[in-house]
């Protein structure tokens, strides 16, 4: 018998108060390694703070020791060394995140809500012995990577082959003077060398790995580096030629960071991902796939068996939020307005104006394959405009294995 989308909401959601509350999501979770936590905006308290108790459960209860963020690599390691106790030079995690996250938009993991996580992590590694890591696995981090590169083999070899390799690389770039948009609108005179450039460091610091020592990871830092630097370089090109072809750029360089990842530490280890729901997402339950439009939520699971993969969607109805008006502006606290009438979000108050958790099984999921507009706000956003653009198609148990919805929802907490 067919039910609606609301009757079938007021009959599977369940009431979320607290951590105790998630237990039918650990155990929905099961034996999965790859968990993906989204966020339908980057500037929502409730969606930090959750997904850090929800991390938590998994590191104490399932064994996951990665955790990996929509962040670059060289402002991420910081605090990976932080919480390993590898640099004890740092005072706190509020200074490692607010020096390590420079790059615009910082808010996203400059915050209160993370710096209270990343100090979880530091004193649960060293009470259990353990080594929980925290890496970036975004791709804008062209610069900064190439230099991480060149630092370390001069330090370790600098009359070695690779460090000359780095260093033909690096002066590849050099016209640019580090703006993206002059490398980007460049690219036809310089950047057929450039490819060729970062492609053989990268295919010459993985032969020659046994060179490089894994004491703190270096190796790891040095070849995730240089990953970036070929997936960046491609990334910039992109931008001028298609936007649908950069973001699919983007999406495989973090689903190949995460596979880098989860192949350094071995094939058991288990690994948590934050992101916005718009990349852990299956993408083709979105009309991102009538743009050819891909994600790593979806590239995650053609490659993975499907009790592997686990993807938790995250939403809400109303209540306030950190954005900005346009690229690189202020950051600001903005209202965010009800949900649009009829939208995913709009269906979820109107079944009950409550925090609530939907599970997704083998005996429901057929009840929500129906198309609903659901909301995506990113780090630019205007609230007056939102029914043009801020909602995306979806079939939402094809897109998500669960959704965690909070009905009123306040900014997180810049440092």
Same mark, same amino acid.
Do not use: G, H, P
């Given at each position: 018998m067919d039910i609606t989308l609301e009757e079938a909401i007021r009959k599977f959601a369940q009431p979320v108060n607290n951590q105790d509350d998630l237990a039918p999501l650990i155990e929905a979770i099961g034996d999965a390694k790859i968990v993906l936590l989204g966020e339908s905006t980057h500037g929502t308290s409730e969606f930090y703070r959750w997904r850090a108790d929800l991390s938590k459960q998994l590191i104490n209860e399932k064994g996951f020791s990665l955790i990996a963020v929509e962040g670059d690599w060289p402002s991420a390691y910081p605090v990976h060394r932080y919480i390993n106790n590898y640099d004890a030079t740092s005072e706190n995690a509020r200074n490692v995140l607010a020096q390590s996250f420079t790059r615009w938009p910082t808010w996203m993991w400059a915050n209160e809500e993370v710096a209270e996580f990343v100090e979880w992590l530091k004193q649960y590694n060293a009470s259990e012995n353990k080594q929980t890591g925290f890496y970036g696995i975004d791709v804008y981090s062209l610069w900064e990577s190439m230099d991480e590169v060149i630092r370390y083999l001069n330090d370790v070899d600098p009359a070695g082959g690779d460090a000359e390799l780095a260093r033909q690389a690096f002066s590849c770039f050099d016209p640019s003077n580090r703006n993206p948009e002059k490398y980007a609108a460049s690219y036809a005179t310089f950047s057929a060398s450039c490819i060729d450039e970062?492609?053989?460091?990268?295919?010459?610091?993985?032969?020659?790995? &046994?060179?490089?020592?894994?004491?703190?990871?270096? &190796?790891?830092?040095?070849?995730?580096?240089?990953?970036?630097?070929?997936?960046?370089e491609q990334y910039y090109r992109a931008m001028i030629q298609s936007g649908a072809e950069s973001w699919n750029v983007r999406d495989r360089h973090m689903a190949e960071t995460v596979n880098e990842l989860r192949k350094y530490h071995g094939p058991e280890a288990r690994i948590i991902i934050w992101e916005h729901n718009t990349h852990i997402g299956d993408a083709r339950a979105t009309d991102m796939k009538d743009d050819k439009m891909i994600n790593i939520g979806q590239l995650l699971r053609e490659q993975n068996a499907p009790e592997d993969v686990y993807a938790i969607g995250f939403g809400s109805y109303e209540g306030t939020v950190i954005a900005a008006e346009s690229w690189e502006a202020p950051s600001e606290e903005m209202h965010l307005p009800p949900g649009e009438k009829n939208s995913w979000e709009d269906l979820l108050h109107k079944t009950g104006a409550y925090d609530k958790l939907l599970v997704f099984d083998d005996s429901n999921r057929h009840m929500f394959d129906r198309w609903v507009g659901h909301r995506a706000v990113g780090v630019v956003y205007n609230p007056e405009h939102e029914s043009y653009g801020n909602y995306v198609p979806s079939m939402i148990s094809q897109r998500y294995d669960a959704f965690l919805f909070f009905d009123r929802t306040k900014a997180l907490k810049p440092l």
């Open positions: 970062v492609t053989r460091l990268l295919a010459s610091i993985r032969s020659n790995a &046994d060179l490089y020592s894994n004491k703190e990871e270096a &190796d790891l830092n040095l070849q995730i580096n240089s990953l970036v630097a070929k997936n960046a």
